[in-house]
């Protein structure tokens, strides 16, 4: 189980620390969206990288028992799958490109990565 809440810790401070500047510095993150969106070498990075990372994660990771260190496997298995799909099918990003908008942060990023960040702080550093 040590390696599940190393993940969870991890997953929990990037996620809050994410929250917290999508809350506090949302002119940053709507600027950095937008390079990541519209600028290929963003992409490719962010999806080379996503897919390493996946596979890594997904590699050490792929436990599948019926508790919370489930919901850190689903977690890896999405950045190996949205890291592949980043690769595979780059243009398939301009569909979101709706969330990308300072709208669509507050309403979409801001409460999910707030919320995903809580939850694996309370697995990965209280339990």
Not at 100 to 125: D, H, N, S
Request: with cysteine.
């Amino acid at each position: 189980m040590d390696i599940s809440i190393v993940i969870a810790r991890v997953i929990s401070i990037l996620y809050l620390s994410m929250g917290i500047g999508l809350a506090f510095s949302n002119s940053y993150y709507n600027k950095a969206f937008k390079k990541i969106v519209h600028d290929s070498t963003y992409l490719f990075l962010g999806g080379w990288i996503a897919t390493v990372l996946g596979a890594v994660l997904v590699h050490y990771h792929n436990i599948w028992v019926n508790d919370w260190r489930t919901l850190v496997t689903i977690v890896c298995w999405i950045v190996l799958i949205k890291g592949a799909m980043l690769l595979a099918f780059p243009r398939l990003i301009k569909h979101f490109e709706g969330w990308f908008t300072p709208e669509g942060i507050q309403r979409y990023y801001l409460p999910i990565v707030t919320a995903l960040g809580l939850i694996f702080g309370y697995y990965g550093f209280l339990l």
